[in-house]
């Protein structure tokens, strides 16, 4: 069984990885030759010389796979596409909580309760704002990125 992965980016400046297989691998009398063989059936053929291997440790977390960028002999993480990526994921969260409090507004429209309506405009007003006002410039990689929650959420479960 190999540790090693193949990866290149493709024509929409995605990050393909490709996984040898250990049964396709086992076909071969080494690793190499068959990382070869999987480099030249599997990679289309203007891709195969910028096409690098790594070892799976090297590998980013896959959390914020759709910012991986290819370095010359490295994948990593382009910190800027993975805080838009969490942004969009806490936005998800966020607009759960919305679409509650326009229930909680309706009922305090019903009740005609104006402290019930203003306490319930106030938090959706906070929640709106949270993309704006919740800093995530102080990560540097997907880890502490993925660790920055709003304490105005609900804890969110457990993603993968």
């Given at each position: 069984m190999t540790d090693k992965k193949i990866f290149y980016t493709n024509d929409k400046d995605k990050v393909v990885q490709v996984h040898p297989s250990p049964e396709y691998i086992s076909q071969f009398d080494s690793e190499d030759k068959a990382i070869a063989a999987i480099i030249a059936k599997d990679i289309p053929a203007d891709k195969q010389s910028s096409a690098i291997i790594i070892?799976?440790?090297?590998?980013p977390d896959r959390k914020f796979r759709d910012s991986w960028k290819q370095e010359s002999s490295?994948?990593?993480?382009?910190?800027t596409k993975a805080r838009a990526i969490h942004m969009d994921r806490i936005r998800v969260?966020?607009?759960a909580e919305l679409a509650k409090e326009d229930i909680n507004y309706q009922i305090a429209l019903e009740q005609d309760n104006n402290?019930?309506?203003?306490s319930v405009a106030s938090k959706k007003q906070m929640l709106r704002d949270i993309?704006?006002?919740f800093n995530l410039s102080g990560a540097t990689n997907g880890t502490e990125l993925d660790a920055l929650w709003p304490s105005e959420l609900p804890a969110r479960p457990d993603e993968e």
């Open positions: 070892d799976k440790s090297q590998v490295s994948v990593v993480e382009d910190i969260y966020r607009n402290s019930k309506k203003n993309p704006s006002t």
